[in-house]
């Protein structure tokens, strides 16, 4: 919770609104922030399966994870996460409280196998939808096309759309950045990149903020 505070620089106005987040995963944002009583739903594909499926996955991954941050420990700040052993224990902490929450939070809808650039909600049913460490991370697997369309539907659901880190998965600024904001800007989209106070991927310090039409 409190990391995704920081990347995305979440506002009380932003938290008393109604926040979708996109690409979820097993992040325990949403059982924090229902704690707070904010209103948040998680949408992923992931969520097609079940708690024991998703913590099998997740056990089968952890090991190497944590050895490919060992690996690559100077891609990283290791201020507030100490050590790539640390890491590992603070994501498996936030993946016992997801799962802990996913049983009653599916059964609540709160969380949701919608996956983009498809998303089964109303126009305008959020005011902010999120996507953390998805869109740009992974922009070898998908096109710009993708993310434009991805980041419309984003638009579409909520009234604003912000996006983090702008690196890929390699901790490079992305080279999708560019053509995005570019067409973005050309079909109307206010879209600017904010500093954030949150970096763990070193120069993984802004977000990309966009608005609808």
Not at 51 to 73: F, K, L
Not at 100 to 128: H, I, Q, T, V
Not at 164 to 178: I, K, M, R
Request: charged share 25%.
């Amino acid at each position: 919770y409190e990391e995704y505070v920081k990347m995305f620089n979440l506002a009380s106005q932003d938290l008393n609104g109604k926040i979708l987040d996109c690409a979820g995963g097993p992040a325990s944002f949403n059982a924090e922030a229902n704690h707070k009583e904010y209103r948040i739903i998680s949408c992923d594909p992931l969520y097609r399966f079940t708690s024991e499926e998703i913590a099998s996955r997740i056990h089968e991954t952890y090991e190497t994870i944590v050895d490919g941050a060992r690996a690559n420990q100077d891609r990283y700040v290791w201020k507030e996460i100490g050590s790539p052993e640390y890491m590992g224990e603070i994501r498996m902490a936030a993946v016992r409280r997801f799962l802990e929450d996913f049983p009653l939070g599916s059964e609540k809808r709160r969380y949701r196998p919608d996956e983009l650039p498809s998303l089964g909600f109303n126009a305008g049913e959020f005011d902010l939808a999120l996507s953390s460490h998805f869109l740009f991370t992974y922009s070898e697997q998908f096109s710009a096309d993708f993310h434009i369309a991805a980041i419309e539907e984003m638009c579409r659901v909520a009234n604003e759309a912000r996006v983090f880190p702008l690196l890929n998965y390699d901790g490079e600024p992305s080279q999708l950045l560019h053509p995005v904001v570019v067409e973005l800007r050309a079909q109307g989209h206010y879209v600017e990149t904010q500093r954030v106070l949150y970096e763990f991927q070193r120069g993984g310090n802004r977000l990309l903020l966009v608005r609808g039409l």
